[in-house]
């Protein structure tokens, strides 16, 4: 049974900074392309940053988080992560992660981020 559990959302004020955790298992982690999306309340799910299976582990940010956000993985833990820094309140939204590989994809259940003062 694959199962992807994120972690680490909550209430943060503008300008802090949180660290999602997406434990994965069920799969052979290694080989799948991850990737961060989110959707905030009547929008579009959208991607967020994705790194990909490698062994260079090479990173794609959308525009409004370049700079801001670090998208790592750790094979040995099955893992990855999102570091969230100098947040802003149009960051709010459900944070997923994703895997794939090929034409299989699965999500996780997704985790609040709630930006505010």
């Known amino acids: 049974q694959v199962q992807l559990v994120e972690s680490g959302g909550g209430l943060v004020q503008p300008g802090g900074s949180l660290r999602l955790s997406c434990a994965a298992s069920g799969i052979a982690f290694s080989r799948y392309f991850m990737a961060w999306y989110r959707q905030a309340p009547g929008k579009q799910r959208e991607l967020v940053a994705a790194?990909?299976?490698?062994?260079?582990?090479?990173?794609n940010y959308d525009d409004s988080v370049k700079g801001r956000f670090t998208i790592s993985r750790d094979n040995a833990k099955n893992t990855v992560y999102l570091q969230m820094n100098s947040l802003k309140p149009e960051d709010t939204a459900v944070y997923y992660c994703?895997?794939?590989?090929?034409?299989?994809?699965?999500w996780g259940q997704g985790t609040q981020v709630t930006v505010s003062s």
């Open positions: 994703k895997a794939s590989s090929g034409p299989l994809y699965y």
């Open positions: 790194i990909t299976s490698n062994v260079i582990g090479s990173t």
